[in-house]
């Protein structure tokens, strides 16, 4: 997957990205920065901005072991590794239940 735009933010020191045409809305909330999705709100600590052409590949059976939770795949911006999530599914730590005031 290498068309069309990602949301990337950051979240417990993670860089993350979700493609941009699943976002709805982003605004304030009590926990930091909430992300309207077609699959949920997300939690974030900062919006990056928005990434074009990521080349995002498969995630791969090392990190499904090590890691335990689903993503669509890894990419690289600007030599920082991003998590490209499926909104559907969405990591702990970016949902509201897995928010915490600290990383």
Same mark, same amino acid.
């Given at each position: 997957?290498? *068309? +069309?735009? %990602? ?6 020191? =993670?860089?993350?990205?979700?493609? $941009?045409? @699943?976002?709805?809305?982003? =605004?304030? &909330? $009590? ?13 974030? $600590?900062?919006?990056? =901005? %928005?990434?074009?052409?990521? /080349?995002?590949?498969?995630? +791969? &059976? ?5 890691? &335990?939770?689903? @993503? ?13 999530? *499926?909104?559907?599914?969405?990591? %702990?730590?970016?949902?509201? /239940? ?6």
């Amino acid at each position: 997957m290498t *068309d +069309g735009k %990602f949301l990337v933010l950051r979240r417990s020191g =993670g860089t993350w990205a979700l493609p $941009d045409g @699943c976002v709805r809305a982003v =605004g304030r &909330g $009590d926990s930091g920065l909430r992300v309207a999705t077609t699959g949920g709100v997300l939690v974030a $600590d900062e919006v990056i =901005g %928005f990434a074009q052409r990521l /080349e995002v590949r498969a995630p +791969g &059976g090392v990190l499904a072991a090590m890691w &335990g939770e689903s @993503c669509i795949g890894l990419a690289v911006l600007a030599g920082v590794p991003v998590v490209v999530i *499926d909104p559907t599914q969405p990591p %702990f730590a970016l949902r509201e /239940e897995g928010a915490s005031s600290h990383a």
